[in-house]
């Protein structure tokens, strides 16, 4: 069974870099039958896709934050990692990492604990 | 970008209650619907994928139905544990895309 762990900074300050990493336990990383995803959900509210990730580098992001993030693998740490660049206190949420099997009818059916990160000065 | 949106955003119910969910996408998106429950302090939890089908281990008073734009999630016989959070998510197109929610509440 897939396990998946955030980690990374709880507390961003505002302009800075938010970086998480999700390490994967029970698969591989390297495989191509995954979708790799960050979610996050500010306090009592929603869930917002941020973006996805598959081995052979292909990336998806939302548009909504597309211009702040880059999602990546490190297939030697069997990690995959989420940069958000320039944050402001609209940042601050719960992120979850998750995967999915590639394809379009596929949920996310892993999900990380998630890790709170709180942007503020 | 596809739009979902669910109803009721909370409703109140009592155990061994029916209770129905609705979300509609703003495009047709075929059966590529999942429904999850999400606990306070925790992660979402998968019920339903493709509509309709029930993910393994999830208690049969669990059902969706629908598809194209219109879709369902029923609670048979409603259950203490069942009280959460309702999302509603699209796979048909990036990005992907989650409905705002429904609290279930007694």
């Known amino acids: 069974q897939v396990q998946l762990q955030e980690s990374g900074p709880g507390l961003v300050k505002p302009s800075q870099t938010l970086s998480l990493t999700c390490t994967v336990s029970g698969g591989s990383i390297s495989s191509d039958d995954f979708y790799w995803s960050w979610i996050r959900q500010p306090a009592g509210k929603g869930l917002e896709w941020i973006g996805r990730i598959y081995i052979r580098g292909g990336t998806h992001y939302n548009p909504s934050l597309k211009s702040r993030v880059t999602i990546s693998v490190d297939t030697a740490k069997n990690q995959f990692s989420l940069k958000l660049t320039s944050v402001t206190a609209a940042d601050t949420a719960v992120y979850y990492c998750a995967t999915a099997p590639r394809g379009i009818a596929s949920p996310f059916d892993y999900w990380g604990q998630g890790t709170l990160v709180t942007v503020s000065s | ?106």
Not at chain 2, 74 to 101: H, K, M, R, V, W
């Open chain 2, 1 to 106: 970008d596809i739009q979902m949106t669910q109803s009721p955003s909370s409703l109140s119910a009592s155990v061994g209650d029916r209770v129905t969910i609705t979300c509609r996408a703003s495009q047709t998106i075929s059966n590529y619907l999942h429904w999850y429950h999400q606990k306070p302090g925790k992660a979402p939890k998968l019920l339903i994928y493709a509509a309709s089908s029930l993910q393994s281990g999830v208690p049969s008073r669990f059902s969706g139905s629908g598809s194209g734009t219109d879709f369902t999630l029923t609670i048979s016989n409603l259950q203490p544990e069942d009280f959460a959070t309702y999302y509603c998510q699209q796979t048909y197109s990036t990005p992907l895309a989650f409905g705002g929610g429904t609290k279930v509440e007694i």
